[in-house]
């Protein structure tokens, strides 16, 4: 079956512009995570949903960053007023439950701010 | 906060050689541990796992062994390839709240025929 995917794979922005990318996850999966991987680090928590309920965004660096996932499937993660320190691969995660030990990930979108 | 250590790399091997690449963790209660690895120019992909104490995941020739006493997870091959070059993340599942993981900065393997 279809994995998780994101689009777009590669986004170039120059700094100041709203970007926006997208997460579809496994069909029936419940829970989604966002994740964002600096150059040469592993990825770091952002937010996690249940469902269309967004359940910790302990994550977010500051609130340029937003997320949702209005239907309970495909999430928008949005960022604001870009800054050059946004550049980073963002990285999108689904699982069957909170509980399931194994999430699966998507390929990534990198995010370059000019 | 939870947190993980692992390997500074990058390790370069010749095929065959034996593989190591340590790994620690602090956490809170008994997390779930993980292997992720990331081919060139793919995503993560989950490589194996251990859910509690003295667990062994293995997967594809490469096992990890769940050690609390050491809060250790280290991962090992006997043999490797040049098709296991890769990068190796070892991570953690958090307890309680969102269970999000945990990860460490990933040790970059390149196996040399």
């Known amino acids: 079956g279809a994995g998780v995917s994101q689009s777009p794979r590669y986004k170039v922005t120059k700094r100041g512009q709203d970007v926006a990318l997208r997460c579809d996850p496994i069909s029936g999966h419940v829970s989604l995570y966002w994740y964002r991987q600096a150059l040469g680090q592993g990825p770091e928590f952002l937010t996690y949903?249940?469902?269309?309920?967004?359940?910790?965004k302990s994550g977010l660096p500051n609130d340029r960053f937003s997320a949702e996932r209005p239907e309970g499937s495909i999430s928008t993660l949005t960022i604001q007023r870009t800054e050059q320190r946004d550049s980073a691969m963002y990285r999108c995660a689904s699982s069957t439950t909170r509980s399931t030990d194994t999430q699966y990930f998507g390929p990534g979108t990198r995010l370059t701010v000019l | 906060g939870d947190s993980v250590t692992q390997m500074e790399g990058p390790v370069t091997l010749s095929e065959e050689a034996f593989l190591t690449i340590n790994c620690t963790y602090t956490a809170t209660g008994y997390p779930s541990l993980f292997w992720y690895v990331q081919y060139p120019g793919e995503g993560l992909q989950l490589l194996l796992k251990a859910t509690k104490a003295d667990d062994k995941g293995s997967n594809k020739g490469f096992e990890a062994t769940y050690r609390k006493e050491t809060t250790s997870f280290h991962l090992e091959k006997g043999s490797v390839q040049v098709s296991d070059s890769a990068v190796y993340f070892c991570?953690?599942?958090?307890?309680?709240?969102?269970?999000?993981?945990?990860f460490g900065k990933g040790t970059k393997l390149t196996v040399n025929p």
């Open positions: 949903f249940n469902y269309e309920a967004q359940q910790d």
């Open positions: 991570a953690l599942r958090t307890q309680g709240g969102s269970e999000k993981l945990v």
